[in-house]
């Protein structure tokens, strides 16, 4: 694929509508709460300059976490009076140009505190920061996506937090604290962590007020929350794979049910033992998950409405799939401010991967398929240099072909919105039979579907973009997606191998254009081509 200009494959694709939509969600639902606020946009996730433009036209700030993300966002015209610098590691030259600029900074430690009231000395000019507390909550993510525990290098915990508050008191100091700040991780499902978090900083804010550490006015609650990437799964997951997951989770409802149904009247003991029937039915695959999830959840509403069993199950599921909307996050901390006690604060939230996460798909073209002992592979054009989240946190993307193959290739993939038969079961005989045959063609092994693993063309076994995807057949040429791609991936894109990071698309309308060119050789060779003595000192 050549547009005759540079190559179009592989190419990051985003939905200018979705992004302002995301946006428009956030903006919408901050209406709700009975204080101001602030929509920041973390600017890390994706800092591609035309998406940057569209956010700055909707309203967004900023939050930055380094002096070239800081010097972007001025030369774009961002307003320094909506930006915030963050960082657990500034170096001095990156704290002297927000001063300058008159930009919030986050206190981190106390040596961040210090460089900072030193930077203001030497510019005599007075600094503008929250407090980053570090507040102990497991925001229950990834570890290397964790930010606000014990033990996390982020933020001040209550030690600090103390001997922080007792330079900012002492009178004199060249810092103004206008507020307090906690961002717990990201990729996070759970709304309560995170109301948590609000709670905690309001009672904090209280007590540094009795404290004499007068108008913290800003209550910045971070980022941080998922959007729900695996909403496709089932499409693609061959039925082993599935099985490894649910079998644990499974087996212990089946006991619950089988000890449930023990002390209950024969007709309620009929029901209990149909629902085992459905999971067992399930573990031999004659019905889909989704099936199972449906049925079993009606027995447990005719069983027991509010019943602890189905607490349990209602888990599973939302492990499966809930991850809650920014609408549904703001509205669930709205209830911890009271109008007008609360009338001087200022809400700032700031978020990245759900404004722009899912306003991306990532089109890469297949290069041939191969085998190796057991496994199947799909090369492809797109590698972990371009999306890196797969090989860094071991992340789902969900993979598809980009049109529905044809008859002949394969069986088109339905919507999961039908999930009993279908691709379900379909794909569930297919993906056995290969992971039996290695796709050796024995009964239905002739199949069009086979499980892959669809891996790039860097030399590293960590280069993958998915594991275990049931996927048709694809020839060269044929062109796959990778969905919501649009937070931490092209921001994440390396010349590692010396790859080219790919063109990037802006989808408007009917109409797009290219955002970012692709890099060129050129692009790469030219920071080595040293005649001046560049390094300097300060
Ligand atoms: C990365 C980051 C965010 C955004 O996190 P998302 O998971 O992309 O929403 C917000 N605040 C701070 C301080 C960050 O470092």
């Not at 929509?39 to 309203?59: D, E, P, T």
């Not at 963050?86 to 300058?100: I, L, Q």
């Not at 948590?196 to 009672?203: F, G």
């Not at 499966?320 to 001087?344: C, W």
């Amino acid at each position: 694929m050549t547009s005759g200009v540079f190559p179009a494959s592989p190419a990051f694709v985003y939905s200018r509508r979705r992004l302002e939509e995301n946006v428009q969600q956030y903006q919408k639902a901050l209406h709700v709460l009975p204080v101001p606020s602030s929509l920041y946009y973390s600017m890390k996730a994706n800092h591609n300059l035309q998406i940057l433009n569209i956010l700055r036209s909707m309203g967004c700030g900023l939050t930055l976490v380094s002096g070239g993300e800081l010097q972007i966002a001025l030369a774009l015209g961002f307003e320094a009076s909506r930006l915030l610098l963050n960082g657990s590691g500034k170096v001095r030259w990156e704290v002297e140009a927000a001063v300058r600029a008159d930009v919030l900074l986050n206190v981190d430690s106390e040596f961040d505190l210090q460089q900072t009231v030193d930077v203001c000395r030497q510019l005599g000019r007075p600094a503008r920061a929250l407090l980053r507390l570090n507040l102990d909550i497991d925001p229950k993510v990834h570890k290397y996506v964790s930010t606000g525990q014990a033990g996390s290098k982020f933020g001040l915990d209550p030690a600090a937090l103390a001997r922080v508050v007792g330079v900012l008191t002492s009178g004199d100091c060249p810092v103004h604290v206008e507020g307090l700040h906690c961002h717990l991780g990201s990729t996070i499902r759970d709304a309560d962590v995170l109301r948590e978090s609000v709670r905690r900083l309001l009672t904090i804010r209280q007590e540094l007020t009795s404290q004499g550490l007068h108008g913290l006015r800003m209550i910045n609650i971070g980022g941080g929350l998922n959007i729900d990437y695996t909403r496709q799964q089932d499409e693609t997951k061959p039925y082993r794979v599935e099985e490894e997951e649910c079998r644990h989770d499974l087996t212990r409802l089946a006991e619950d049910l089988g000890r449930a149904a023990a002390d209950e009247p024969e007709e309620r003991r009929q029901l209990c033992l149909s629902a085992l029937d459905m999971v067992q039915d399930y573990c031999k695959e004659r019905i889909s998950r989704a099936t199972l999830d449906c049925q079993v959840m009606d027995v447990l509403n005719q069983l027991w409405p509010n019943g602890a069993l189905q607490d349990t199950f209602a888990a599973l599921l939302m492990k499966k799939q809930g991850v809650p909307t920014p609408k549904e996050l703001i509205e669930s901390i709205a209830g911890l401010f009271e109008s007008p006690r609360d009338d001087d604060v200022t809400i700032i939230v700031e978020p990245g991967r759900t404004i722009v996460g899912d306003a991306a798909v990532f089109l890469t073209t297949v290069l041939g398929r191969k085998s190796s002992g057991s496994k199947n592979f799909l090369v492809v054009d797109g590698a972990m240099t371009d999306v890196v989240r797969p090989s860094l946190y071991g992340a789902y993307h969900h993979i598809h072909p980009a049109a529905p193959p044809s008859s002949k290739h394969a069986q088109p993939l339905t919507s999961t919105a039908d999930p009993p038969s279908g691709l379900g079961d379909a794909s569930h005989e297919a993906g056995r039979d290969t992971s039996r045959s290695s796709g050796q063609g024995e009964g239905r092994g002739q199949s069009d579907l086979q499980v892959v693993d669809v891996v790039g063309p860097v030399c590293e076994s960590g280069d993958f973009l998915g594991k275990d995807r049931l996927l048709p057949l694809l020839s060269p040429g044929a062109c796959v997606v990778v969905r919501d791609v649009g937070a931490y991936c092209a921001s994440m894109a390396s010349n590692y191998n010396v790859r080219m990071r790919p063109v990037e698309v802006m989808v408007d309308g009917t109409s797009w254009r290219v955002i970012r060119r692709p890099d060129t050789v050129a692009d790469v060779m030219r920071p080595y081509q040293v005649d001046t003595d560049v390094i300097t000192s300060d």
